[in-house]
C-alpha cells in the first residue's frame, strides 16, 4: 500500500511538472527579451494617461508594467528604487499594489491558462482591464472620501539585482527547482488530505460558496490550489486537473476566471501589505472586486455559451464534458 502511494505520488509530481516546465522554460528567456527590449518602457508610455487617470504617477506606471510583463518581485525591485525621486500617498501606493495582484507575470500565467483550455488574450485582457477597473474605483472611494491621504514612507528595502548574465541564469535555474519543490508538496498534501478523509471536510466548506459562481466540487482542489500557491506554482495541477476531463466545461472556464482575478490569497497580500499597500484594498477591496466580477462573468457565460465555445475556449476546453 505504502508503495501504491509513493509511486501515485511520484507519477502525479511528473505528469504535473512536465507540462509546467515546457510553459515556464521557454518563458524565462522571453520575459528576459522582453527586459531588454525597452517594450516595458514603451508600454508605461502607451499606458501613461490612463495611469494619470487613476491618480498614479508615471513613475508607478512603470512599476505597474513591469509587474504586468514580469513579475511581482521585478516590479518591487523597481519600486523601491524609485521611492527617493517620488512622493506619493498611502492610497496611491495601495492602489498600485492592488493592481499589480491582480495583473502580474501576465505572460506566463496567461499561457498556463491557455494550456488548461482558455484563450491567452481572454486571460490577459481579463486582467489588465480588471486591474486598471479596481485602480478606477479605489481612487474614487479614496479620494472623495478622503482616506489614506497621507505621505507614504516605507522602510521596506530591496537591493537591485546584479544585471550580469551569470547571476540571472543560475537565479533562474533556482527558482524552476523552487516551483518543482512546491509541486511536489502540494501534491503529497492534497493525496494525505485524500487518505484521511479531510478532503470531504472541505467540500462542505468550499463547495456550497463555489455553486454560487457555477463551480461544481470537482474543481475543488483546482480551486484550493490556486487560492492558496497561486497561477504560476500551482499552474501544473490546475492543467492537469482540466485535462483528466472530470471537470466539465463551465466548471473549468469559472475556475480559471476567478483564479485569474483572485490568487495567493496569503503570500502575495502578506507582500504588499509589508510594502505599504492598505489592507482595505489588498485584500478586502480585491477579494470583493474579484468574486463580483466572477459572478457577473458566470450570468453572461450561461447568457452567451456559444459565443465562449467559438471565441474563448481552445482544443482542450472543447474536449471536455458539457454543464
Not at 470531504?200 to 466540487?217: D, T
Not at 476531463?245 to 480559471?256: E, R, T
Not at 465555445?309 to 454543464?323: G, V
Request: aromatic residues 12%.
Amino acid at each position: 500500500m505504502k508503495n501504491n502511494f509513493l509511486k501515485r505520488i511520484l507519477l502525479e509530481i511528473k505528469d504535473i511538472s512536465i507540462p509546467l516546465y515546457k510553459i515556464l522554460i521557454p518563458f524565462v528567456f522571453i520575459i528576459k527579451l522582453l527586459e531588454e527590449s525597452g517594450i516595458i518602457n514603451w508600454l508605461a508610455n502607451m499606458l501613461q494617461p490612463v495611469m494619470i487617470s487613476i491618480g498614479l504617477t508615471p513613475e508607478l506606471g512603470l512599476v505597474f508594467v513591469t509587474a504586468f510583463l514580469i513579475n511581482i518581485y521585478a516590479a518591487l525591485v523597481l519600486f523601491i528604487n524609485l521611492l527617493p525621486q517620488i512622493d506619493v500617498s498611502v492610497a496611491q501606493i495601495t492602489i498600485l499594489a492592488t493592481m499589480i495582484l491582480i495583473a502580474h507575470n501576465i505572460p506566463i500565467e496567461s499561457t498556463i491558462s491557455g494550456a488548461a483550455g482558455i484563450n491567452f488574450i481572454y486571460t490577459s485582457m481579463l486582467r489588465l482591464i480588471s486591474a486598471i477597473a479596481i485602480g478606477i474605483i479605489l481612487n474614487f472611494i479614496y479620494k472623495n472620501f478622503g482616506l489614506l491621504q497621507e505621505k507614504f514612507t516605507t522602510f521596506f528595502k530591496l537591493q537591485e539585482a546584479p544585471t550580469d548574465l551569470k547571476f540571472w541564469f543560475f537565479d533562474q535555474i533556482k527558482t524552476l527547482i523552487y516551483i518543482f519543490v512546491i509541486v511536489s508538496i502540494m501534491v503529497t498534501v492534497l493525496n494525505i488530505l485524500r487518505l484521511v478523509g479531510i478532503e470531504k471536510l472541505f467540500e462542505k466548506v468550499f463547495v456550497p460558496p463555489l455553486r454560487l459562481f457555477g463551480i461544481k466540487k470537482e474543481a475543488m482542489n483546482v480551486i484550493i490550489v490556486g487560492l492558496t500557491i497561486g497561477l504560476q506554482f500551482g499552474g501544473g495541477i490546475l492543467i492537469k486537473e482540466i485535462r483528466s476531463g472530470k471537470i466539465d466545461k463551465q466548471s473549468a472556464f469559472l475556475s480559471v476566471s476567478m483564479l485569474n482575478l483572485l490568487h495567493a490569497l496569503i503570500e502575495d497580500t502578506i507582500l504588499m501589505i509589508m510594502v505599504g499597500g492598505h489592507w482595505s484594498g489588498v485584500f478586502f477591496g480585491r477579494i470583493i472586486f474579484a468574486l463580483t466580477l466572477c459572478f457577473l462573468i458566470f450570468k453572461i457565460f450561461k447568457k452567451y455559451f456559444s459565443f465562449f465555445e467559438s471565441f474563448i475556449f481552445n482544443k482542450s476546453m472543447k474536449n471536455l464534458k458539457a454543464n
